[in-house]
């Protein structure tokens, strides 16, 4: 007898979705497919913009601005709490949205949705007021924080809401006003918000616009629009510099990460063993800050490699709208293909698979959580940004060495070290290339705490006050009083 698996899912909320442009929802003759990753049916279709469709959007972003530069903070933070509670009231379908285009089980989403309104709230609280710097008597200086204008956000299809909520909050905090494109591959969660966030803005505050990635070219080069806050790879962030350069926009660029784990051999490898495979895993791995390469000592390799090995096949992955599920399937065939590629190049170079390895041909992205025994550094599985589940772990005999390895990639987005001796843990921690590192704990974000990378992996900060600053110009304004 087949039992029926338990779903958690409710009913999907909208089934047309739609642009928002100047406060109004805005369709297209063109439509593309979202498709649910998991059963690769498609859901539903929404708007392929057009280059008129972006241009009234900039141009009522820009007409907007006149108005919501003025406004004063109480009103910006009244309008991202109002925001916050859209999403509140609406938590259980935007996780069956999220789920259904994403792919991630409910605990990730959960953590997305409920991070969207955390973030909406605690940013609205932030503020960067005048700066009295230098007044003696002679001279009075004060440095300003003054809006932009219109902020260009581009996301990509890992976190899709949490990801804009990132880019809206501070933008609008700051006084900017907005035109956000989400990923091709998941935009109906931030359609949706876009639409009902127009029950609380101004008409041309937030506009949402969806399409293909021609649609994002067309934001970098925009004449109207002063800065680009963009989420996506390495290769994408550098084509969005070049074509932000024809008016000198400002940027943000969170990019592709390559991240280490460095495990010292005086931890309990049982103990954090499930802590390491979430590092790595979470999302599927389809995350810029996942563990990508897990360098353990000698000492306690085989145990470590054990550990995880009999952690890992007590997850399972599945359907994200299963109960049971932990783990979905990548987002899209592109990574899956890409991901299936890398599998075959460590088959292929007959690298030890210890556990995973084919990908299955059963319907879905799905790829098995793979772990590989002590594969070579210059192998595509370490070198490459995988962003699917499979993860290298590394032998190494020293922490110098570790260091070394760890550091020498183009990336530099975050790291992780694990150790009880908490002094030595740091004196690693402050050796490594990246913009983040944690010590015994991983993924740990929040709206106060400054998050960016090193090297390719980007430039500029999201979130804490360095991050809302990146959403204004300074202005120093020096004043003199003339004599009676
Ligand atoms: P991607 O670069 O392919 O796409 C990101 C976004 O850019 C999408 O909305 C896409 O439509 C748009 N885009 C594509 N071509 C463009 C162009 N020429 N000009 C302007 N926009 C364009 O990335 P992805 O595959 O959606 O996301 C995965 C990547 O994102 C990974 O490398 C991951 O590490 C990175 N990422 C980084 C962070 C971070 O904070 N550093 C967070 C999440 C994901």
Redesign the pocket.
């Known amino acids: 007898m087949k039992v029926e698996k338990a779903i958690w899912g409710t009913e999907i909320p909208v089934r047309e979705f739609a642009m928002s442009i100047n406060g109004r929802r805005i369709a297209s003759e063109h439509t593309d497919f979202a498709i649910n990753p998991a059963t690769e049916q498609p859901i539903a279709p929404f708007p392929l913009a057009s280059r008129q469709h972006l241009d009234l959007a900039v141009e009522s972003a820009n007409a907007a601005f006149e108005v919501w530069r003025e406004t004063g903070i109480a009103e910006r933070r009244s309008a991202l709490e109002k925001l916050a509670d859209l999403i509140e009231q609406n938590y259980e379908a935007f996780l069956t949205l999220l789920t259904t285009e994403q792919g991630k089980p409910r605990a990730g989403a959960e953590w997305e949705i409920g991070g969207s309104i955390h973030w909406l709230r605690e940013i609205g609280k932030q503020s960067l007021p005048d700066e009295v710097v230098r007044d003696d008597g002679e001279n009075r200086v004060v440095t300003r924080y003054t809006p932009i204008g219109v902020i260009g956000g581009?996301?990509?299809?890992?976190?899709p809401l949490l990801?804009a909520v990132w880019k809206i909050a501070p933008a609008l905090m700051a006084g900017n006003t907005m035109v956000l494109?989400?990923?091709?591959y998941t935009p109906l969660c931030t359609l949706w918000f876009g639409e009902l966030a127009q029950s609380v803005l101004p008409p041309g505050v937030l506009n949402v616009v969806s399409g293909?990635?021609e649609l994002?070219?067309w934001?970098?080069e925009h004449p109207g629009i002063g800065k680009i806050a963009?989420?996506?790879?390495?290769?994408?962030g550098k084509?969005?510099m070049q074509s932000a350069a024809s008016n000198l926009k400002r940027l943000t660029l969170?990019?592709?990460?390559n991240d280490p784990a460095i495990v010292l051999p005086d931890v309990d490898p049982e103990a954090i063993a499930q802590d390491l495979f979430w590092a790595s895993f979470q999302n599927s791995s389809q995350f810029?800050v996942a563990t990508k390469r897990l360098y353990v000592h000698e000492e306690i390799y085989d145990h470590v490699v054990a550990a995880l090995v009999d952690y890992a096949k007590t997850v399972q992955v599945d359907n994200g709208l299963l109960v049971e599920s932990q783990l979905g399937p990548l987002q899209n065939r592109m990574q899956y293909e890409k991901v299936s590629d890398l599998l075959q190049d460590s088959v292929a170079q007959g690298h030890r698979i210890l556990l995973g390895g084919a990908p299955s041909d059963s319907v879905g992205y799905f790829i098995p959580i793979t772990l590989i025994d002590n594969p070579p550094d210059d192998s595509r599985c370490v070198a490459e940004?995988a962003?699917g589940p499979v993860l290298p772990i590394l032998k190494f005999k020293d922490v110098d060495e570790a260091i070394r390895r760890a550091n020498s990639t183009e990336y530099g987005?975050a790291a992780s070290v694990w150790s009880k001796d908490i002094e030595k843990a740091q004196a690693v921690a402050r050796r490594l290339e990246s913009g983040t590192v944690w010590i015994n704990q991983i993924h740990v974000f929040g709206p106060d705490i400054a998050f960016g990378?090193h090297k390719q992996?980007?430039m500029g900060i999201e979130n804490s006050l360095h991050g809302l600053s990146e959403y204004c110009n300074m202005q120093t304004i020096m004043e003199r009083a003339l004599p009676n």
């Not at 581009?154 to 976190?159: D, E, G, H, K």
């Not at 494109?181 to 091709?184: D, G, L, N, R, V």
């Not at 963009?230 to 994408?236: L, Q």
Request: charged share 10%; hydrophobic share 30%; aromatic share 10%.
């Open positions: 581009i996301t990509p299809w890992n976190f990801l494109k989400p990923s091709p293909g990635n994002g070219q934001m970098t963009f989420t996506g790879s390495t290769a994408t084509r969005v969170e990019l592709g990460g810029c940004e962003f987005l990378g992996s980007g």
